[in-house]
């Protein structure tokens, strides 16, 4: 009977010495991993005739060397010349230069062009460093050639580090020995460029087995020691049967987080079906906690989305009554006041003027029109009350319209409106739309369009696409101007360069009814020299 203890006790020892081996071979390629990723640059980096080209270019090595700290997440940088004299120096924005005693020597190469340590600062922190003696590019696999100067990189072993190590192992790594007794422990002392200990790295993996297995030799020695006083045969056949098989299944299920295992073991009255039902219910709260959780976690997604949606129908809301009681009223408001004036005094005024106060009352009036237009489109695209009717009609006669629409504004404004269409190029796409989308873009560049500017409205197709460009000489935009075009919750619009009101949704509109017909719309300016607008539509 002891030697069966001493059997499980021997399978025991085997397990926990693969097990720790196992650990080693995971610890050794996590750091492997982790030196290589710092090595990549020193060893692989591509620029190195660049570097030795302007290793004395201080703008140069500001603009590309230094990058290096943020691309490959490291905290300080060094450089020297092949005489061994320090030509550059940088740590990480977000790193606090800390003291690091950092003394260079070209001895360190004498050996091998890599090299790989760890230093102690004042501090206390530890700072792993890789550097690379710098040769041509064609010098980079065997680096036998005389070197131009020395690069050196640092990464600080802060939390980042450890966790990043502990992600790559599967356990805790600290740098301190820890006290558990249930944990397999395994140890790198890591060492400076004189190979002298700097510290010693403590990878930490608590492990079930240990635990379990205090509890196996309690029942294992409580068992024996009734059994080998009446029958050797039979406790070593109890043993077998109604203990290590079981205390294997709970193992197992416990490892391998499955408790179909035990299902045959659930019915019986000693402790093992007592054990086997607490780990099967167990599981089955776990399974019901995690889908309780994601339930949860869907919940809050989903409310987080009504938030926002929320807001942005508010802002939808108070975006269209401000529009209503200031973008509308004003030019209604000069329609009235110049109407008054030409009814009052047609008979003082000259032709002249009366044309004058003409131009400007159709000017307003098409204004209005248009922003009520855009308002009510608007107010039903987001209602979802336009109705998609997708027809076949000519392009050219929709472009003449639109040119027509806006020619007494144009004349007004001495603004050349041209445009360029082949008069058989037909379009299947809901017509109202499309004279929106081309009256939008031509009322909008007549807004930013200075006297003696030109508007250029060309179509042109190919075997599937169908596309309209609207290119203006006027002021262009800016970039922060750009990103802010298709909001409405901001109050983006802009004056035009007569003072023209706006209500910010023409554009926003051209771009719904675009993407609605399954097109594209394009936008790019340059300030000073106008805005080319594009829009590619299917043809069917």
């Known amino acids: 009977m002891f030697s069966l203890i001493q059997s499980d006790n021997s399978r025991k020892n085997i397990l926990l010495q693969s097990m720790h081996e196992g650990r080693q071979i995971a610890v050794k390629n996590a750091l492997i991993n982790n030196e290589d990723k710092i090595?990549?640059?020193?060893?692989?980096?591509?620029?190195?005739?660049?570097?030795?080209?302007?290793?004395s270019n201080k703008d140069w090595l500001t603009k590309n060397v230094f990058t290096i700290n943020t691309v490959f997440d490291l905290d300080y940088l060094w450089g020297f010349d092949a005489a061994g004299n320090i030509i550059f120096s940088n740590c990480h924005p977000k790193v606090k230069m800390v003291n690091i005693d950092f003394q260079f020597s070209k001895a360190l190469f004498d050996q091998t062009p890599y090299v790989h340590y760890f230093v102690k600062t004042p501090h206390g922190d530890i700072v792993e460093i890789s550097g690379a003696i710098i040769v041509p590019s064609l010098d980079i696999a065997t680096r036998q050639s005389k070197p131009f100067g020395y690069l050196f990189l640092a990464k600080k072993l802060d939390s980042g580090y450890f966790t990043r190590l502990g992600s790559l192992t599967d356990s805790k790594v600290m740098l301190r020995k820890p006290k558990s007794e249930n944990t397999i422990v395994?140890?790198?002392?890591?060492?400076?460029?004189?190979?002298?200990?700097?510290?010693?790295?403590?990878?930490?993996?608590?492990?079930?087995?240990?635990?379990?297995?205090?509890?196996?030799?309690?029942?294992?020695?409580?068992?024996?020691?009734?059994?080998?006083?009446?029958?050797?045969?039979l406790s070593f056949l109890f043993i077998h049967l109604w203990?290590?098989?079981?205390?294997?299944?709970?193992?197992?299920?416990?490892?391998?987080?499955?408790?179909?295992?035990?299902?045959?073991?659930?019915?019986?009255?000693?402790?093992?079906?007592?054990?086997?039902?607490?780990?099967?219910?167990?599981?089955?709260?776990?399974?019901?906690?995690?889908?309780?959780?994601e339930c949860r976690k869907s919940i809050e997604s989903k409310l987080q989305a009504y938030t926002i949606e929320l807001?942005?129908?508010?802002?939808?809301?108070?975006?269209?009554?401000?529009?209503?009681?200031?973008?509308?009223?004003?030019?209604?408001?000069?329609?009235?006041?110049?109407?008054?004036?030409?009814?009052?005094?047609?008979?003082?005024?000259?032709?002249?003027?009366?044309?004058?106060?003409?131009?400007v009352i159709n000017h307003d009036a098409v204004t209005s029109a248009e922003l009520l237009k855009n308002l009510l489109m608007w107010a039903r695209a987001q209602s979802?009350?336009?109705?998609?009717?997708?027809?076949k009609f000519n392009v050219q006669q929709s472009i003449e319209e639109v040119v027509e629409l806006f020619g007494s504004s144009a004349l007004f404004r001495n603004i050349n409106v041209v445009y360029q269409c082949d008069p058989d190029m037909f379009l299947t796409a809901d017509r109202n739309m499309f004279c929106a989308i081309i009256r939008n873009l031509a009322s909008n560049a007549l807004k930013f369009t200075p006297s003696g500017g030109m508007i250029n409205i060309n179509a042109y197709q190919d075997a599937d696409y169908?596309?309209?460009?609207?290119?203006?000489?006027?002021?262009?935009?800016?970039?922060?101007?750009?990103k802010s075009l298709f909001k409405t919750g901001n109050n983006s619009s802009t004056h035009?360069?007569?003072?023209?009101?706006?209500?910010?949704?023409?554009?926003?509109?051209?771009?719904?009814?675009?993407?609605?017909?399954?097109?594209?719309?394009d936008v790019k300016s340059e300030v000073g020299k106008g805005s080319r607008f594009c829009v590619t539509l299917p043809k069917a």
Request: glycine residues 6%; hydrophobic residues 40%; proline residues 2%.
């Open 243 to 293: 203990v290590s098989r079981p205390l294997e299944k709970v193992s197992l299920s416990l490892s391998t987080n499955d408790s179909s295992n035990l299902d045959e073991m659930k019915d019986r009255r000693d402790e093992f079906g007592q054990i086997s039902n607490m780990i099967i219910k167990y599981f089955k709260m776990n399974e019901e906690l995690n889908a309780e959780i």
């Open 496 to 521: 035009g360069l007569r003072g023209e009101q706006g209500t910010g949704l023409g554009l926003v509109l051209c771009k719904e009814f675009t993407e609605r017909h399954g097109g594209t719309f």
């Open 384 to 391: 979802g009350k336009i109705i998609f009717l997708p027809e």
């Open 39 to 55: 090595n990549q640059l020193v060893k692989d980096y591509s620029g190195w005739d660049d570097l030795i080209e302007n290793i």
């Open 311 to 359: 807001k942005e129908l508010s802002a939808t809301k108070d975006k269209f009554l401000s529009l209503i009681a200031h973008d509308v009223a004003n030019p209604l408001n000069n329609l009235v006041g110049f109407s008054e004036l030409l009814a009052a005094n047609s008979a003082k005024y000259d032709p002249e003027k009366i044309k004058k106060f003409t131009l």
């Open 186 to 233: 395994i140890d790198r002392v890591l060492r400076d460029s004189k190979m002298s200990p700097v510290a010693t790295l403590y990878f930490v993996k608590e492990s079930a087995l240990i635990k379990d297995w205090k509890k196996l030799e309690v029942i294992y020695f409580i068992t024996t020691l009734g059994v080998v006083m009446s029958f050797s045969l």
């Open 466 to 482: 169908i596309t309209i460009e609207v290119i203006d000489t006027g002021v262009g935009m800016t970039d922060v101007q750009l």
